[in-house]
């Protein structure tokens, strides 16, 4: 199926879903594509795009001059084996694991930490997830065009998808794990 998504008065993007993808996985890479595209240095984030490596990230952003990835987000689910391999071959990247909810967030964090090897925990790891009942309304609002609003305070987020609003908290949880959430940045 193809989701249209416009935001910010001209912002827009089109997102095809490939054989098997999820509705779940398209709305973790939207979600995150509006979260994270401030937090690049000014470098694009894209959607999809390889970057000459074994695993290709949901959201990335490369520095144009280097190629080296700066940030790279995978959504969904993730093996901690390739998250590590994922690591290494980024060393100096900020890793972004985004999950639907706060328990999957915390319990991938825990996982994390008990199976990255030693060379993969010097990278920088986040794990996010929302509220509960936010991220399943949130997916139940997706239809094949859709407008979509922000507004961030904070780990506080209210999410307007095709007029519908729901709020929401941020967990962040920095890693490779973290006891509790910290306010998401």
């Not at 990335?60 to 093996?79: K, M, S």
């Not at 090897?117 to 094949?144: I, T």
């Not at 967990?171 to 973290?178: I, S, T, V």
Request: hydrophobic letters at 40%; proline letters at 4%; one cysteine or more.
């Amino acid at each position: 199926m193809k989701y249209t998504f416009s935001f910010d008065g001209d912002g827009k993007i089109v997102l095809e879903s490939r054989a098997g993808e999820s509705d779940r996985h398209i709305a973790l890479k939207i979600l995150s594509y509006l979260l994270f595209r401030d937090e690049t240095g000014g470098l694009p984030l894209v959607i999809e795009q390889g970057v000459g490596q074994r695993h290709k990230p949901d959201l990335v952003a490369t520095d144009p001059e280097t190629g080296r990835v700066v940030l790279w987000i995978d959504c969904g689910q993730i093996e901690v084996k390739r998250l590590g391999r994922i690591a290494v071959a980024n060393r100096h990247a900020r890793v972004v694991v985004v999950k639907a909810t706060e328990n999957e967030a915390r319990l991938y964090a825990r996982a994390a930490e008990r199976h990255l090897s030693p060379p993969a925990r010097g990278a920088s790891f986040s794990y996010l997830g929302f509220d509960e009942d936010f991220f399943d309304a949130f997916r139940l609002g997706l239809r094949g065009t859709n407008d979509l609003a922000i507004e961030r305070d904070g780990d506080t987020l209210r999410v307007t998808i095709n007029g519908a609003t729901q709020p929401t908290r941020l967990y962040l949880f920095h890693g490779p794990a973290a006891a509790s959430p910290r306010a998401a940045r």
